[in-house]
């Protein structure tokens, strides 16, 4: 069975760093592309992050040079360092695997962990 | 404000269908077939209901459908249930530099 589980997530003031973590079971992360999508409240989504299976990373405009994707192959497990946050980045953040074949489309999704960023 | 344009909010009877569009361009759902939908319940994470405009995953109702003309996406939903009240979003590929695009979600609420 596909689980992904988020952690990681709370309060912290602008320009702190969080460092979220993703919990994979059913499968290898390191072998499939994996993503991190947020959600602002009462707002739609937005993706934050890829990594393809190949090691390839790309990040939304916003987040460029303050976020950075990663995983462990040995933990099975994706993360996302996040420094000099803002206000803005304030969402719940999921992990997503993406389909293996184009990484096109979200097909499995963790259940989300909060960041809020406040003074 | 979101790439993909969606209705705010949709809503209809028990036992009726419903159709929630999402418009993009020629950059993104015009060049693609690679459009998907996500179901999202209040405080829930979002689903995969269709993806590939009209493909559906393994045990999502054949309730739903996708389809596409031109650079606008479909999404109906036919014998309208409770069950089906929820958010909707869609999504499409934007080639190599974009990625990925989503709509603004769509509120469906079942009278």
């Known amino acids: 069975e596909v689980q992904l589980v988020e952690s990681g997530g709370g309060l912290v003031q602008p320009g702190g760093s969080l460092r979220l973590t993703c919990a994979v079971s059913g499968f290898n992360v390191s072998n499939n592309y994996m993503s991190w999508v947020r959600q602002a409240p009462g707002k739609g989504l937005e993706w934050v992050s890829f990594i393809y299976s190949a090691g390839s990373t790309y990040y939304t405009d916003s987040v460029k040079g303050r976020f950075t994707i990663s995983r462990d192959y040995s933990k099975n497990t994706l993360f996302l360092q996040m420094d000099g946050l803002r206000t803005e980045d304030t969402a719940i953040y999921y992990c997503?695997?993406?389909?293996?074949?184009?990484?096109?489309?979200?097909?499995?999704w963790g259940q989300g962990t909060l960041v809020t960023v406040s003074s | 404000q979101s790439a993909l344009t969606q209705p705010a909010s949709v809503s209809g009877s028990p036992g009726q269908s419903i159709t929630i569009s999402c418009t993009g361009t020629s950059s993104d759902v015009g060049s693609y077939n690679l459009v998907s939908w996500y179901q999202q319940y209040p405080g829930k994470a979002p689903k995969l209901i269709v993806f590939?405009?009209?493909e559906r995953p393994s045990g999502v109702s054949n309730r739903i459908s996708g389809s596409k003309t031109g650079n606008t996406a479909s999404l109906t939903i036919s014998g309208l249930q409770a069950e089906d009240e929820a958010d909707y979003y869609c999504?499409?590929?934007?080639?190599?530099?974009?990625?990925?695009?989503f709509g603004g979600g769509t509120r469906l609420t079942v009278l």
């Open positions: 590939e405009v009209n």
């Open positions: 999504c499409s590929y934007a080639g190599s530099r974009t990625l990925l695009v």
């Open positions: 997503a695997r993406l389909d293996d074949t184009a990484a096109v489309y979200f097909e499995y």
